[in-house]
């Protein structure tokens, strides 16, 4: 497949818990956290390796526990603010390269935070007409 990125883009994908959005995004092809910073509406991140396989990682808004309901689980991983899923660059005048994960795939393996709040109410009956809940 051939790239229509306009230069020194490369695609990402950015996972939305607030918005509950996945959506594909293109980032400048450099080692500047900025545009991260400003995808993801942080200030700093973490990186990932363990819900998709390398070469891709996913930076994670380090301080997103801090935001209520902002959580989503990505193949069985759970987290805490946005997501941006990347491809590490394997020539060494590159940052990044394009993200070649499927958007379909992401979207089949998240799951928001009130869709694993229903899932958990279901598998328990701890809804909140529960009596434990009152």
């Known amino acids: ?24 995004v293109l980032i400048p092809n450099n080692d500047s956290l900025e545009v991260v910073y400003k995808l993801l509406h942080c200030e700093s991140v973490q990186l990932d390796v363990y819900a998709v396989e390398a070469p891709h990682y996913m930076y994670v808004d380090e301080e997103g526990m801090y935001n209520e309901n902002c959580s989503f689980s990505l193949n069985g991983y759970v987290y805490y603010g946005a997501a941006l899923i990347f491809c590490k660059a394997l020539d060494e005048e590159k940052e990044y390269a394009d993200c070649t994960l499927q958007l379909h795939s992401i979207i089949k393996g998240v799951v928001f935070y009130d869709q694993m709040q229903t899932a958990i ?8 007409g529960h009596p434990a809940n009152n």
């Open 1 to 24: 497949m051939e790239n229509t990125n306009p230069p020194d883009t490369v695609r990402a994908i950015c996972i939305n818990p607030q918005a509950q959005t996945i959506t594909d």
């Open 121 to 128: 109410e279901k598998a328990t009956g701890l809804g909140n």
